[in-house]
């Protein structure tokens, strides 16, 4: 089936750091969207992309749907210790799935 | 406040034991889905219903059950639970089938012995 490859898997950064993450994929996918989920909680929606090319920022959350309608990237500028969870990307491919990342876990060190 | 509960939030059982996971939004959201989240797998779709008494199934259906008889609660059913069924499970709502942002419960742990 269709699958979305998120990368890293898993990044430790030191607080104040910029982070970057990407999602790809070998379909084309009619949107992107990225979640956060916190310990213990359900995945929180942080952006959501709609058109190729489309740059959508959401306070520190920066988010981008490629040309190609195969990728998407999600950036955060200045980590703060908050932003420890992991970010799934998911997408909705031509044939209405929607299908998740596997997730990228990110760990801010003191 | 908006929002989607699920019931219970932790469950311990037997393998064979038929149990249910109770699923209710607030919102009257027309899409509901139930996932399962596994370390590695990230989170994958069991069934999803695009409203009031249909249903469909996900990418993992095998093993489950479910019901939506009312547009609030989306009821997923182990009518015979394995231990590879242990997991982290996830409800979820969305306004209607066509719009992704779904808004997720809170969890419910799992553990089949």
């Known amino acids: 089936g269709q699958q979305l490859n998120q990368s890293p898997q898993s990044m430790f950064i030191q607080e104040g750091e910029d982070v970057s993450m990407n999602c790809t994929s070998s379909?084309?996918?009619?949107?992107w969207l990225w979640y956060k989920q916190d310990p213990g909680e359900g995945p929180v929606l942080l952006i959501a992309l709609y058109k190729a090319g489309e740059l959508t920022s959401n306070g520190r959350l920066t988010a981008q749907f490629g040309i190609t309608r195969k990728d998407s990237f999600l950036n955060i500028s200045a980590s703060i210790p908050s932003d420890v969870g992991i970010y799934f990307c998911?997408?909705?491919?031509?044939?209405?799935?929607?299908?998740f990342g596997k997730g990228t876990r990110l760990h801010i060190l003191p | 406040e908006a929002q989607v509960t699920q019931n219970p939030r932790y469950l311990i059982t037997v393998t064979g034991k038929k149990l249910t996971v109770t699923c209710s939004q607030n919102?009257?959201?027309?899409?509901m889905s139930w996932y399962r989240q596994d370390p590695g797998l990230g989170l994958r779709q069991i069934y999803y219903?695009?409203?009031?008494?249909?249903?469909d199934k996900g990418d993992v259906p095998e093993g489950y059950k479910v019901s939506r008889k009312e547009k609030r609660n989306f009821p997923l059913i182990l009518e015979s639970p394995s231990p590879n069924q242990t997991s982290l499970y996830f409800c979820?709502?969305?306004?209607?089938?066509?719009?992704?942002?779904?808004?997720f419960g809170p969890g419910t742990r799992l553990t089949v012995t």
């Open positions: 379909s084309i996918f009619n949107t």
């Open positions: 919102m009257n959201h027309e899409y």
């Open positions: 979820a709502s969305s306004l209607y089938t066509g719009v992704l942002e779904q808004y």
């Open positions: 998911a997408g909705r491919s031509r044939d209405d799935k929607i299908i």
């Open positions: 219903s695009m409203n009031v008494e249909v249903t």
